[in-house]
């Protein structure tokens, strides 16, 4: 998202009314974890329960320098984030010394009326280990597995734990060349098939899709909407 998801979070759950929203993903990295629980919460709030808090290390160190963010120790500085966050989240009183944060007797006011639902979006087993016991759903990315049913059996099955399965799917909607790059290890799904496709991810473990649609504009939600 070229804008900061947030404040565009916060303007979307204003005007709608029954949608579920979310960042895919927040990165830890681009603020202060309390700072990212407090904006959950108060975005939670306006939506009256409609919001899920996705979130991961981040990856783009082109962004990071540019807006001079530290790109090393990504995922130790992300364990420490994801500690504060989601117990800041939880209604807790939180004191936290870290190598990279530090919070003292930090506490959410008001307290949230619920747990903020979390997601994790990650295939790497450090970022799975310290949040699949907290989270309630992994999302995968769609060339992590390939963009295909086969591929997202495979990723889920490393994954252990009850959690919400959600899979991000690469749909071509114009049947030609798309405004993203073509991976020939992860072909974008035809929007004629894509029925069929999703009947096929449900089957392979997938609880939700996200559909990462090519070109992305108002005609192709359109046209996917009317295949489905």
């Not at 992300?78 to 504060?84: G, K, L, R, V």
């Not at 790497?124 to 060339?143: F, K, S």
């Not at 098939?193 to 096929?200: Q, V």
Request: aromatic share 8%; net charge negative.
């Amino acid at each position: 998202m070229p804008w900061h998801a947030g404040t565009v979070l916060a303007a979307l759950v204003a005007s709608t009314e029954r949608i579920k929203l979310g960042p895919l993903v927040a990165s830890t990295a681009f603020h202060a974890p309390g700072l990212i629980a407090r904006m959950a919460a108060t975005i939670d709030e306006v939506s009256r329960g409609r919001f899920v808090l996705g979130l991961g290390a981040g990856w783009n160190e082109t962004e990071f320098r540019a807006f001079g963010i530290p790109f090393d120790r990504l995922v130790s500085r992300f364990e420490e984030a994801f500690e504060i966050i989601r117990r800041l989240l939880a209604g807790e009183r939180v004191s936290f010394e870290g190598r990279y944060h530090r919070v003292v007797d930090a506490l959410l006011l008001p307290r949230p009326k619920r747990r903020v639902p979390l997601m994790i979006g990650t295939k790497g087993p450090r970022i799975l280990a310290a949040t699949l016991p907290h989270v309630d759903a992994w999302n995968a990315w769609y060339d992590w597995y390939g963009n295909t049913a086969e591929g997202f059996s495979a990723l889920s099955a490393s994954v252990d734990g009850e959690v919400r399965r959600s899979a991000c799917v690469l749909v071509n909607v114009d049947g030609g060349v798309g405004e993203r790059p073509f991976d020939e290890a992860a072909p974008p799904v035809d929007a004629r098939r894509l029925g069929a496709h999703l009947r096929e991810l449900a089957d392979a473990g997938a609880d939700e899709a996200i559909l990462v649609l090519d070109p992305v504009d108002e005609r192709s939600v359109a046209a996917v909407a009317e295949q489905l």
